[in-house]
């Protein structure tokens, strides 16, 4: 067998136990998980803003980060409700490289899964009791779930996982949003598809049990561009792209049609600042057509402290910069998030 099994890791319930959730941090994620339910069904015409690195690669810079956007918010709460993007696993399209701070709590050390499952949840909860914002992160792995559901507020699936079983009956089981990304094909039946099976029930093998799900009503989809057979990015965030997938929702008699605009990946060809260029875009788009209004519930975007990215292991890291993709920096993503809520 080619399996070498290293060692057990720590159960859900002990690493909760261990690292529990505060009351007062509970309250927040209730009451922010209300409102987004409410941004994801029309009943709240508050738009969502996604944004945070590429990778939370360091504890301290997140939180750093996170405290920034908490004074942001204050100023748009009337319009805007800002999500941080906390992302622990990172796929990978060659399965080299970084893959999150649940594999390497140090990016310059040896995979640790062990004690990267402590780090994720102890940087979330660091977050979310410093700043009271829940946040979002990618599930990268179904089994993982357990470890996180009592702090996150949204939950995105990846291009790479949008096609995986499990990935979609683990999110059937799931009771916030969760964004379905298109594949990096760009083939919107495969997203669409994904998120018909998640807003359905299912009985499924999960953590070694048989399972049963009621179906997720909050699952939707996200735009985030595509690659062409020749290895070009094709953006589909254009007017054209919103309204094909609007006709395409219409077809499905999916509950609570919604989608979210991913502003980096094969959208912007991951030139990081024609995020800002992309933002403008789809807001226009909105205001044009009152059913892509009523569609287009938020934006992601990959924003750090510091703008572009890094390499690791090349020495000494600058704190609060992407060592994943590169991102916009602090400065003009606070301008970009208010600029958001005078366009919504």
């Not at 940087?123 to 914002?133: N, P, Q, V």
């Not at 992160?137 to 079983?165: C, H, K, T």
């Not at 595509?226 to 254009?238: C, L, R």
């Not at 309204?243 to 989608?259: H, I, S, V």
Request: hydrophobic share 35%; aromatic share 6%.
């Amino acid at each position: 067998m080619s399996f070498s099994m290293m060692k057990p890791l720590p159960s859900p319930g002990e690493i909760q136990e261990k690292y529990p959730l505060s009351p007062r941090a509970r309250k927040a994620k209730e009451t922010r998980d209300e409102a987004i339910r409410k941004v994801i069904t029309g009943e709240s015409n508050q738009f969502l803003v996604i944004i945070g690195p590429c990778s939370a690669d360091n504890e301290d810079a997140v939180c750093d980060y996170v405290s920034r956007l908490v004074k942001v918010q204050e100023k748009v709460a009337e319009k805007l409700i800002l999500i941080p993007r906390i992302y622990t696993n990172k796929p990978r399209t060659t399965g080299e490289g970084y893959k999150g701070i649940v594999h390497q709590p140090d990016p310059e050390k040896k995979p640790d899964l062990a004690q990267g499952l402590i780090a994720m949840r102890h940087m979330h909860i660091r977050a979310l009791e410093e700043s009271g914002l829940s946040a979002a992160d990618e599930m990268l792995y179904p089994d993982n779930w357990s470890y996180v559901s009592d702090f996150l507020s949204y939950v995105a699936i990846g291009a790479r996982s949008v096609e995986n079983q499990q990935h979609r009956l683990t999110v059937s089981g799931i009771d916030i949003p969760v964004g379905m990304k298109n594949p990096t094909s760009g083939d919107l039946s495969v997203m669409l598809n994904s998120v018909i099976a998640a807003q359905n029930g299912h009985t499924f093998i999960y953590r070694g049990k048989e399972t049963h799900s009621t179906g997720n009503p909050l699952a939707h989809t996200v735009l985030r561009g595509a690659t062409n057979k020749h290895g070009n990015a094709i953006p589909n965030y254009h007017y054209e792209d919103l309204e094909l997938l609007l006709d395409k929702y219409e077809q499905t008699g999916l509950k609570n049609p919604a989608a979210i605009v991913d502003t980096n990946h094969s959208n912007s060809n991951k030139k990081y600042e024609q995020q800002i260029r992309i933002t403008r875009e789809v807001l226009r788009s909105r205001h044009y057509d009152p059913r892509i209004y009523a569609l287009v519930k938020g934006l992601m975007i990959e924003s750090y402290l510091e703008p572009g990215a890094q390499k690791i292991g090349c020495g000494q890291h600058i704190y609060g910069k992407s060592i994943t993709d590169p991102c916009l920096g602090w400065e003009e993503s606070e301008r970009l998030i208010y600029e958001i809520a005078e366009l919504c």
